[in-house]
């Protein structure tokens, strides 16, 4: 069967071209989203704000790759995920595997320092890597709740906090500025306060905030205020028609405030630091030991 084909509009040409600058500004930060990508192209007036024009660029970028005009690196689908089970050919290539890994995984709590305890909780997995890549670094768990978390959910959540029993928990928050996402993080505070037990502990939503649409000048998202939802007549009166998804800030921009809001719970710098150093000792130690079983090994 011949393969489909689509014809290149002088228009569509266009729009590629400017899809291109996007993609090199944020070259650091591919792939991007479909999303990523949209938000940008609206922020610089290169098209308009609408469902029509979001469905449109989703048609470009599919062909943009499918012809070629693209890497198929440039984009990524984060919501849909392939669990693969197929196995190892024979034990050879495990082995290999194996070892090349060995003690990779290695982390030092970073925090054991200090007298908190952080996670980073955001709206969507969209986003998350970006979230990891700048996390791991710090040692701080990345959280993806998907919209409102279940009591079960946040009841894993205590659990969670009773191991760092002792330390001032502190939830950073990271989610859409919309009737939905607006709501999330109170929900949660109230499950956790009123009906899992959960006291002294810090919630704090970094981003989005009603200052970041206005300093950044990000566009509103077209779907946001559903009134069907009964979310949206409360937010209607508090903010007017402002909904913007956390994806319409610029991957650098959002980076940056994961990395800060982290630093600025950091209490003790210079046993931070400490951990650090240790942290690196370690593993330049493990990777001597990793270099010795490979040598008996292979």
């Not at 030092?108 to 909780?121: A, C, G, H, P, T």
Request: aromatic share 12%; with cysteine; net charge positive.
């Amino acid at each position: 069967m011949a393969r489909r084909k689509w014809t290149w509009t002088q228009n569509q040409i266009d729009k590629l071209d400017k899809v291109k600058v996007i993609l090199d500004e944020l070259v650091d930060y591919k792939p991007l989203t479909l999303r990523q990508v949209y938000y940008q192209l609206v922020g610089k007036g290169y098209i308009e704000n609408t469902r029509s024009a979001y469905q449109a660029l989703s048609q470009l970028l599919k062909w943009s790759r499918l012809d070629n005009r693209i890497s198929w690196n440039d984009i990524e689908d984060r919501v849909r995920v392939f669990n693969n089970m197929s196995g190892w050919l024979d034990k050879s290539y495990f082995l290999e595997s194996t070892i090349s890994g060995f003690f990779n995984s290695y982390s030092r709590d970073l925090w054991q320092s200090q007298n908190k305890y952080i996670e980073v909780w955001i709206e969507k997995d969209a986003l998350s890597s970006i979230f990891s890549k700048v996390c791991e670094g710090y040692g701080v768990s990345v959280v993806v709740c998907r919209g409102f978390s279940s009591v079960s959910f946040l009841h894993d959540f205590k659990v969670r906090l009773v191991r760092h029993k002792g330390k001032k928990a502190v939830m950073l928050y990271f989610g859409d500025f919309d009737p939905s996402g607006n709501e999330m993080l109170e929900a949660m505070k109230t499950t956790l306060k009123g009906e899992l037990g959960v006291d002294g502990m810090q919630f704090k939503r970094i981003a989005l905030l009603k200052d970041d649409i206005f300093t950044y000048k990000l566009p509103n998202n077209p779907d946001a205020l559903k009134r069907t939802d009964t979310r949206a007549k409360k937010h209607l009166e508090a903010y007017g028609e402002l909904a913007v998804e956390l994806d319409a800030l610029r991957p650098d921009v959002l980076e940056k405030k994961i990395q800060d809001a982290i630093e600025n719970e950091i209490t003790d710098v210079k046993a931070y630091n400490a951990e650090v150093g240790l942290f690196q000792s370690e593993q330049a130690e493990l990777m001597l030991i990793k270099d010795r079983v490979m040598r008996m090994i292979l």
